[in-house]
């Protein structure tokens, strides 16, 4: 492609372009510092969003978890009340504590 | 090591590898947006945002190689300057620039042949004037400039012939004593 014309050549040859100045030197450095410090920061505090996410996430599952597996509700008052004027109905028909000590085990082959 | 690994590393916050990278591509780049621009404070700011680019978008290897992708973006950003402000004129400091940068004066064109040329470089349409300051002053082969400018390389190739045919048409009016011999380069 370097075509066959030397006068060309040396006449663009011979137009030299000036050096760059100092001072885009101190720019592009002072910009390069920026932008990689800012990226630093932002990755820092996408690390920092993550973290806190991951903090979150973990108290929650072992919060969901302290709850009771059973969905049954608790025994009501007017059911606990019922079941205490029924024991004072069989100890009005006889049947008595026994005394303590007085307990005799019979195996469940023996019944009868 | 490459310099798409030394960029790597830069992106990475390695200061040293930023200065490898900006040391090898200040002097091309800036030679490259004073010529298209003509003006040094826009090429300074031409080759400032240049690099500012690189490090905010950021720089992949699907892109192509990263001289490609600097020189890429300085001619994007060239052009937007052009269609936004127009082309600014030569200054006479920079004008001064084309001799005494160079060396020892006897070695150089006078001043007034530096300018012509300049001047009858400057006049080409950008297109042209893109593709033979990226081929005769950067020495870029033909397939990368054709992936900077975004055309096939035929395209380049008939770019380049058609701006070296006008500066042997402008360039001929010149005296020959001005013409550089080979043993003044």
Redesign the interface.
């Known amino acids: ?1 370097r ?1 066959h ?17 100092r ?3 101190a ?3 002072a ?3 920026a ?2 410090g800012m ?2 920061h932002s990755r820092s505090r996408t690390w920092l969003f993550i973290a806190a996410g991951v903090v979150l996430m973990a108290g929650f599952l072992t919060f969901q978890r302290r709850e009771p597996p059973s969905k049954t509700p608790p025994p009501t008052d007017a059911v606990a009340t019922e079941e205490v004027r029924l024991t004072s109905t069989m100890q009005a028909t006889g049947f008595r504590p026994v005394a303590e000590g007085a307990i005799t085990v019979i195996k469940g082959d023996q019944q009868q | 090591m490459t310099d798409e690994a030394i960029f790597e590393r ?4 390695d ?1 040293a590898a ?2 490898t990278l ?1 040391e090898k591509y ?2 091309p780049l ?2 490259f947006a ?2 298209m621009s003509g003006a ?1 404070e826009t ?2 700011d031409l ?2 945002d240049c ?2 680019s690189l ?2 978008s950021g720089f992949t290897e699907t892109r192509g190689s990263l001289r490609t992708y600097l020189f890429g973006t300085i001619r994007n950003l060239a052009r937007k300057r052009w269609r936004d402000h127009g082309r600014e004129e030569l200054t006479s400091e ?1 004008a001064d ?2 001799v005494t ?2 060396g020892a004066l006897d070695l ?2 006078s001043k007034e ?2 300018a012509a ?2 001047s009858a ?1 400057d006049a080409l349409p950008p297109l042209q004037k893109e593709v ?1 300051t990226l ?3 950067e020495d870029l082969p ?1 397939d990368e400039i054709a992936g900077i400018t975004g055309a096939e390389v035929g395209a380049v ?1 008939s770019r ?2 058609r701006a ?1 045919e006008s ?2 048409n402008s ?1 001929a009016r ?1 005296p020959r004593t001005s ?4 043993a ?2």
């Open positions: 492609m075509e014309d030397d006068q060309l050549n040396r006449l663009l040859k011979h137009c030299p372009a000036p050096e760059p100045p001072s885009l030197d720019r592009v450095l910009s390069y510092r932008t990689t990226q630093r | 830069a992106r990475r916050g200061e930023f200065r900006y200040r002097g800036f030679r004073w010529r040094v090429a300074e080759t400032h690099f500012l490090f905010s920079a620039n084309l940068t160079s150089l064109l042949t530096a040329v300049q470089v033979l081929f005769e002053y033909l190739k380049l012939h070296r500066l042997r360039l010149l013409i550089p011999t080979e003044s380069r």
